[in-house]
């Protein structure tokens, strides 16, 4: 029997995507509260931008690979990106764990950010088919939950491992079976959703709408568009502070005496509230809207580097985490929603890949910005120049986007 849109009618295949954006999310976190420390202990890099030199693989491949992501997925379905992003994620662990080189990881993450374009991209972009017009928000919402809230497990587990029996093999083990559970399940249990994409009702006797050209799409979602312009700065800012998190917070919470456990715990704070926290977050923005979110979300991230950069302790640094994890999960999945909100049904894959262009392409320039800075001035200076941004981006937003959840013409 086949089901039309929506959320109830299509759980099945929903929760099963939900669970395997989980094993998507819980790759990166293989790497989140660790791979720092091994650039230091084992590869010598003194430079902080060399250390964040993963992160800025990670990040270009991963967001070029979402634009195509989206269109691939436009052209020829779903279910095919999604099982050739886990085709690629497989040598990643593998890599991790015998890398004789700093150029082997970087190389590894290369293929960590070519694979997460791919499959991140795709469980989104199925999940805005399941559901329709109708609960795009809390759809959103359970996609990032699944996908940050193991990030967060993944970090802890890995914190925990590398704790007990040094940074390598043992942590990245946990990687092979990530990628093995992902590809059986996307293979043999995920279904095509592209037939659920409804294009817009015509007329008898209208012609029918053009689909923009790339370039005229990527200009629309990049300059041109209120709204879809301001969620894709948005979007690049959040990724830019999450990669100056991902690289530097570890090594400040080193700096400020904490233990590998405690330092894995202090990774993990932030992506499991902004995890756990976003599925509150996402149905809400089907509410109240989506740009009262996104700006005091911005803000609040803002916030929460401030009192990182300032503090020195325990309580100071979990409560920088907590507050960064409640902004972004105020922002991420309701940016995610305003995509879907305002783009048209034949060319809203391709315009979620562009999004996740800019966002994506925030990893590398926080992981460089900050990397330059912290080099030339010191840890806390460059965390403080990205609460500055991540504030700017949300007023930005507050004083150019217009609200998205009423449905306007196209």
Do not use: C
């Not at 991140?120 to 996908?147: H, P, Y």
């Not at 700096?255 to 902004?274: D, F, K, N, Q, T």
């Amino acid at each position: 029997m086949t089901f039309g849109p929506g959320l109830r009618e299509n759980a099945g295949q929903f929760s099963l995507l939900v669970l395997v954006n989980a094993f998507v999310g819980a790759m990166v976190g293989l790497e989140r509260s660790i791979l720092p420390a091994l650039a230091e202990q084992e590869f010598a890099l003194a430079a902080r931008s060399a250390v964040l030199s993963f992160i800025v693989a990670f990040g270009i491949s991963k967001a070029l690979t979402n634009y195509f992501a989206g269109r691939l997925s436009d052209r020829y379905g779903r279910k095919g990106v999604l099982v050739a992003g886990w085709i690629i994620a497989a040598p990643v662990p593998f890599l991790l764990m015998w890398a004789p080189l700093w150029s082997w990881i970087i190389a590894a993450n290369v293929l960590l950010g070519i694979s997460q374009g791919l499959t991140w991209s795709t469980t989104v972009i199925m999940k805005i088919d399941l559901v329709g017009d109708r609960q795009r928000g809390l759809a959103m919402g359970l996609n990032e939950f699944a996908g940050y809230f193991a990030v967060a497990l993944s970090a802890l587990a890995t914190g925990w491992i590398a704790a007990r029996y040094g940074l390598r093999p043992q942590p990245f083990y946990l990687g092979v079976g990530y990628v093995a559970f992902g590809l059986l399940l996307s293979v043999f249990a995920v279904k095509e959703t592209r037939h659920f994409v409804q294009l817009p009702p015509q007329a008898d006797g209208q012609a029918a709408i053009a689909v923009p050209t790339a370039g005229a799409l990527f200009k629309r979602v990049s300059f041109t568009d209120r709204e879809l312009s301001s969620v894709s700065q948005a979007g690049l800012v959040n990724n830019l502070n999450d990669g100056m998190a991902w690289g530097l917070f570890p090594l400040a919470y080193a700096a400020a005496g904490a233990s590998l456990e405690e330092i894995a715990l202090l990774a993990a704070i932030y992506p499991a509230v902004w995890g756990l926290v976003q599925v509150v977050t996402g149905a809400l923005s089907d509410r109240i809207g989506r740009k009262p979110l996104i700006v005091w979300g911005m803000w609040l991230q803002a916030a929460g580097i401030v009192i990182t950069a300032a503090a020195s302790h325990w309580p100071g640094l979990a409560s920088g985490a907590v507050l960064l994890g409640l902004g972004t999960a105020m922002v991420y999945p309701t940016l995610l929603a305003s995509i879907g909100d305002v783009a048209r049904a034949d060319w809203r894959a391709s315009a979620v890949g562009i999004y996740r262009l800019w966002r994506d392409m925030g990893y590398a320039v926080g992981a460089v910005l900050a990397g330059v800075v912290a080099d030339l001035f010191g840890l806390s200076s460059a965390i403080y120049v990205v609460a500055v941004l991540t504030f700017a981006s949300g007023t930005l937003v507050a004083l150019r986007m217009r609200e998205t959840l009423r449905p306007r013409e196209v």
